[in-house]
Every structure is written in C-alpha cells, then in structure tokens.
C-alpha cells in the first residue's frame, strides 16, 4: 500500500487516463488497481531511450529489470522520472519501490 500510495502522489499527476503522460498507458494516480495498468509486465509504449534497453515498466521480483526503476534513478533529463519538480534522486523513494518490486509474484515470461 506504501508503494502504490507513493506512485499516487509522485507519479499519479501525469500518469493518469487525462494526464500528460497519458500515452504511457501507465495508471499511477491510484484509480486502477490491474497489474498491467501498474506496469506489471507492461511493454513500453511512449519510453523512446528511456527505457535503458529493458522490456517491460515492471518484473516482477527483478526491481534491476524494470524501466520504473531505472527511470526514477536516473539523473539524465530524458530519462529521469519525476521529469519535473525534482532536482534529487530520492534514494527513500527508490528502496520502497524496489523492495515491493521485489516482492511481487510471478514473472513476464
């Protein structure tokens, strides 16, 4: 629940059905609750390079596999989620998501 409520507040404002990251297909502002809409095993449709060459927004137990955590570790303005209001890498904010990364069952194979 700390995870989802963290995308809520960081990532919910753009990563919505009429946000500007619409076109993500990535559902963050809490109103879904589908895997796929989370980014579970989700390829990417509107990443261009920021994926880092990885297939899928989220792997479930493979946080280092993910496009969401490899974006939010990024300090590249092309890359780097949040792209506005942020300045830092919130290391706080990247244990959390990875921890439940992590611990999310199944895989995309």
């Not at 993500?24 to 060459?53: E, M, Q, R, W, Y």
């Amino acid at each position: 629940a700390r995870a989802l409520s963290y995308l809520n507040i960081q990532c919910g404002h753009c990563h919505n059905p009429e946000g500007p990251a619409d076109t993500s297909s990535l559902i963050l502002d809490g109103s879904h609750k589908f895997l796929i809409n989370l980014g579970v095993c989700k390829t990417p449709v509107a990443a261009g390079g920021g994926s880092g060459d990885m297939l899928y927004s989220i792997v479930p137990g493979a946080p280092d596999r993910s496009i969401l955590l490899y974006r939010m570790r990024s300090s590249e303005l092309d890359e780097m989620m949040p792209e506005l209001g942020r300045s830092l890498i919130h290391s706080e904010g990247i244990s959390l998501i990875s921890r439940w990364i992590g611990q999310l069952p199944g895989s995309c194979s």
